[in-house]
């Protein structure tokens, strides 16, 4: 059990209150500004935290929270703007904006995030409070295999008429594979609602060939601060593992077209090449047929 102290804050911005709840001694003022912008929409660098002071002046965002004494249900004063009208606020993330700083010279790999504590309490947090909706039970002996879905199995930025011309090819003959080994799981950096239209447009949610066995979506996620490139969110394996005992890192595989989702579990990754521009690449795209030559063969 974790010994790192929760923090709650109440945030008064624009006459209303938001409490920011997923926090702990250890996060930085940087991860704060991050919750706070998923809470308001009103994003970090036009956020100005009033009374959050350290040393007499405005805390930097490297600060560790544990440095600003915050007392319980302490009340923080906001002023920021937001930039985006109510239309651009409900618009599916995007994640081809989010740099993969793998390869930049500053790789997250030299950092040691999943052994981290604070990040390793949030981790249990998510256990305890995510829920997951069952759509099928796990299989006695069979490993686990979690799918993105943006860019991974869809390209989701091309138009079409139809689902079906944004699907990644050999999808379902991928799955159909994969299922004999594996239980499925989908994860994706979006909400539930948008997870569950896309598996039904690529006929996934129905397919009589294999099953899912659950959907994740942005909030099974956890965010993470790191020096060189800000705050980040990534998909923690151990949310899955801590509510399902036969799963752990020796039988699961992830599958993502962003390394930085691997952070928390970086032995358990593998990327793909992300799936872009479909109708000029769908009949080269042969990822999906790599992709069922898992390690030891297993699929």
């Not at 002996?141 to 390209?155: A, C, H, P, R, S």
């Amino acid at each position: 059990m974790s010994g790192l102290k929760e923090i709650k804050i109440i945030v008064k911005w624009s006459g209303k209150e938001y409490e920011i709840g997923d926090l702990t001694e250890q996060d930085t003022v940087a991860l704060l500004k991050h919750e706070i912008c998923k809470r308001t929409n009103v994003q970090p660098n036009r956020q100005k935290l009033l009374n959050l002071k350290y040393k007499g002046k405005f805390a930097p965002d490297d600060t560790r929270l544990s440095a600003l004494e915050i007392k319980p249900n302490f009340k923080l004063m906001m002023v920021g703007s937001i930039e985006a009208d109510i239309e651009e606020v409900w618009k599916v993330p995007e994640e081809e904006d989010v740099i993969d700083d793998f390869d930049t010279a500053h790789p997250f790999e030299e950092q040691s995030y999943d052994k981290q504590e604070v990040y390793l309490t949030k981790i249990s947090k998510r256990i305890r409070d995510y829920k997951i909706e069952m759509r099928n039970e796990p299989r006695e002996g069979k490993k686990l295999l979690v799918l993105d879905i943006d860019y991974t199995l869809f390209d989701h930025r091309s138009s079409a008429e139809q689902g079906s011309e944004l699907m990644r090819p050999f999808l379902h003959e991928f799955l159909t594979s994969a299922y004999q080994n594996y239980d499925i799981v989908i994860w994706s950096a979006t909400g539930m609602r948008w997870i569950e239209e896309k598996m039904r447009l690529l006929g996934v949610s129905t397919n009589e060939n294999y099953k899912i066995l659950f959907y994740l979506d942005s909030a099974a996620m956890i965010s993470i601060y790191t020096g060189d490139h800000g705050v980040i969110d990534v998909k923690p394996l151990g949310v899955i593992w801590g509510k399902f005992k036969q799963f752990s890192a020796k039988n699961t595989i992830m599958f993502d077209d962003i390394r930085r989702n691997f952070l928390m579990n970086p032995k358990s990754g593998l990327r793909i090449r992300p799936f872009r521009q479909a109708h000029i690449n769908r009949s080269t795209d042969r990822e999906l047929l790599k992709a069922c030559r898992l390690p030891q063969g297993h699929c």
